[in-house]
């Protein structure tokens, strides 16, 4: 059973993100009604209304230290929220040309990944908010960006999409795919050395998630399977089938 409901989102609620910091003592949703709502975890009431995206806000991302907030959304833009006022310092219209569907923060806070609809991958360095992106993607996939989650230490990223071919997994240093995560049948295997992983769904990546040391990934998609993979062994090792219709979101709890 729920401990709390949080009512007060009027159309679907798209997001949901909290700090890392234990001490931080909120969670931040967005969703179709345009807004952020900020709930504190100690009493569960809304804390803050963010009032600013002109359109669905479809994902957000806070700072591991809980400093600021990153919102994205079908306006086309992404703002940055500060959180001791609860006030947005900078609006970024310039680089997305379509929805903005996802964003991911490193364990680390030292960069962040923002994709959208416009199939474009933007890389940002979170201390330099005003010079821009870092690195830019451009058709990093055939079809819009549906999710994205960054290795912990910032090293990689995968992103997933809505063009049936899987998920791909991306080196922050060259800025190159390294790996693609194909739609064949999971539990197949490949050489340890590189090459083309098999193992997701032919049906689009809907939600991806990179374990807090980075040892597994998981991978959910419209088929309604959520499938792990091993990142020592490149191997797809389970598929979890229990859902009856398309998994939207996941994440992972490191016990």
Not at 3 to 16: D, K, P
Not at 77 to 87: M, Y
Not at 178 to 196: F, M
Not at 208 to 222: L, N, R, Y
Request: charged residues 20%; glycine residues 8%.
């Amino acid at each position: 059973q729920p401990i709390h409901t949080l009512r007060g989102h009027s159309e679907w609620i798209y997001c949901i993100a909290c700090p890392l910091s234990h001490t931080a003592g909120w969670v931040v949703s967005g969703g179709r009604d345009s807004y952020l709502r900020v709930w504190s975890t100690v009493s569960w009431q809304a804390e803050a209304k963010l009032a600013g995206h002109r359109d669905w806000v479809h994902c957000c991302s806070v700072d591991p230290l809980g400093r600021w907030v990153l919102s994205g959304g079908a306006d086309w833009s992404l703002r940055l929220w500060d959180t001791d006022r609860w006030e947005c310092t900078q609006v970024m219209e310039e680089v997305h040309s379509s929805t903005i569907t996802t964003s991911a923060v490193s364990q680390d806070g030292s960069l962040v990944i923002t994709g959208g609809s416009d199939r474009r991958v933007a890389a940002w360095d979170p201390r330099q908010w005003g010079h821009g992106p870092v690195h830019l993607l451009d058709w990093a996939h055939e079809d819009g960006l549906s999710c994205c989650s960054l290795s912990p230490n910032a090293n990689w990223f995968i992103t997933g999409s809505h063009d049936l071919f899987g998920c791909k997994l991306w080196d922050t240093r060259t800025w190159q795919c390294i790996r693609n995560l194909l739609p064949e049948n999971c539990g197949q295997n490949i050489a340890p050395d590189g090459g083309d992983l098999v193992g997701t769904s032919k049906s689009a990546v809907t939600c991806c998630a990179i374990s807090p040391v980075a040892e597994w990934i998981v991978i959910g998609s419209e088929d309604s399977i959520l499938r792990v993979w091993d990142t020592h062994t490149w191997r797809c090792d389970y598929q979890l089938a229990q859902h009856s219709s398309a998994v939207t979101c996941c994440s992972i709890i490191e016990k």
